[in-house]
């Protein structure tokens, strides 16, 4: 099977002749990696099964340590976070901000670039383009993420008029993709704590699932798998997602779900994830690395798994611990 095929069989419970994995490192664990292995093109040598594009342009510095986001969103990196950092301040600091805000236009041409790079260099691998921030955390970085729970709550028509002008902009970045011989789009949305939603299920299926639905209806439209991330507990609306069309939950956090949960999935949902960046690769050695990884392959040998780190993995973990893993993701 090629890498492509794996990952289909994986998301059709069809048996793939080895479990299909991915990997992603952050900037500081790249580095690392580089330094530990002396491969500047250490990611080349990892054997990833899916190659992916996120539709989002890139940032621009406007100072050391701040840059802003194609939205206008200011980001303070000043602090620990140096991969994603704090919104400086909202754009919609109120509901009467909304008429003077104005969404970027989608730039097709960036677009159309972007996912020919992509398909020129995936070799055989599973294609997938990307939203990022797709809703929920869309709307918060425009106003600030306490903000936008309370109008939940008091200004339920002005957070379904800022969620449809987001919708809107990914449906109109979603019909220029989806042209492309793509396999999947990847929505990514964090929606979950430790414990529960972080707005309650109540007001996610009011305020995020009937847009996420649209999406989703487009993308199943096209032929195409749908993939959602999002970290944390997220079982209270894991039926909902179900009946909306999702194929591939990512990430499957262990400390969370356990491996028992996943059970109550196979054959309904494939799971992208597995083993854990916040209690497994930063304390384990790399022996219980190596245990846990095969044990978690194991347990899917029909399929319904693409193993993989549950994050792009934090600069805190040991370089020993990522060959190890990626050692058992190689023998399969």
């Given at each position: 099977m090629t890498n492509r095929e794996r990952v289909i069989a994986a998301l059709e419970f069809d048996r793939p002749d080895r479990t299909p994995y991915t990997l992603s490192l952050t900037g500081q664990m790249l580095q690392k990696m580089i330094g530990?292995?002396?491969?500047?093109?250490?990611m080349e040598?990892?054997?990833?099964?899916?190659?992916?594009?996120?539709?989002?342009?890139?940032?621009?510095t406007i100072k050391p340590d701040f840059v802003?986001?194609?939205?206008?969103?200011?980001?303070?990196?000043?602090?620990?976070?140096?991969?994603?950092?704090?919104?400086?301040?909202?754009?919609?600091?109120?509901?009467?901000?909304?008429?003077s805000y104005q969404m970027?236009?989608?730039?097709?041409?960036?677009?159309?670039?972007?996912?020919?790079?992509?398909?020129?260099?995936c070799g055989d691998n599973f294609r997938v383009a990307a939203i990022g921030f797709s809703m929920f955390e869309r709307a918060w970085t425009l106003t600030g993420m306490e903000n936008l729970l309370v109008y939940?709550?008091?200004?339920?028509?002005?957070?379904?008029?800022?969620m449809n002008m987001i919708c809107e902009r990914n449906l109109r970045i979603l019909d220029i993709a989806l042209q492309y011989p793509i396999d999947c789009f990847?929505?990514?949305d964090d929606w979950g704590q430790q414990k529960g939603l972080i707005m309650g299920p109540t007001h996610w299926r009011e305020f995020i699932k009937p847009y996420v639905a649209r999406m989703y209806a487009r993308v199943h439209q096209a032929g195409k798998y749908v993939s959602q991330h999002s970290c944390g507990d997220i079982r209270p609306v894991m039926d909902d997602l179900l009946d909306i069309g999702l194929n591939m939950y990512q990430t499957y956090q262990p400390e969370i779900y356990g491996l028992e949960y996943a059970q109550n999935?196979?054959?309904?949902?494939?799971?992208?994830?597995?083993?854990?960046?916040?209690?497994?690769?930063?304390?384990?050695?790399?022996?219980?690395?190596?245990?846990?990884?095969?044990?978690?392959i194991a347990a899917f040998p029909e399929g319904g798994l693409v193993a993989s780190p549950t994050h792009s993995v934090p600069g805190d973990v040991p370089p020993e611990n990522i060959e190890a893993m990626v050692e058992v993701f190689k023998e399969g």
């Open positions: 530990y292995t002396g491969r500047a093109d250490y040598t990892v054997g990833n099964h899916i190659s992916d594009v996120y539709l989002i342009k890139p940032e621009r802003q986001d194609e939205f206008g969103v200011v980001w303070n990196r000043s602090g620990v976070d140096k991969d994603i950092g704090v919104i400086d301040h909202p754009l919609i600091g109120c509901p009467g901000d909304l008429d970027p236009e989608v730039d097709e041409a960036y677009i159309r670039s972007s996912m020919e790079r992509m398909l020129q260099n939940m709550l008091e200004e339920p028509e002005f957070v379904h008029e800022l990847h929505f990514g999935l196979k054959g309904k949902l494939t799971i992208w994830g597995g083993i854990s960046t916040q209690r497994e690769l930063p304390y384990c050695t790399p022996d219980e690395v190596r245990a846990l990884t095969r044990r978690l």
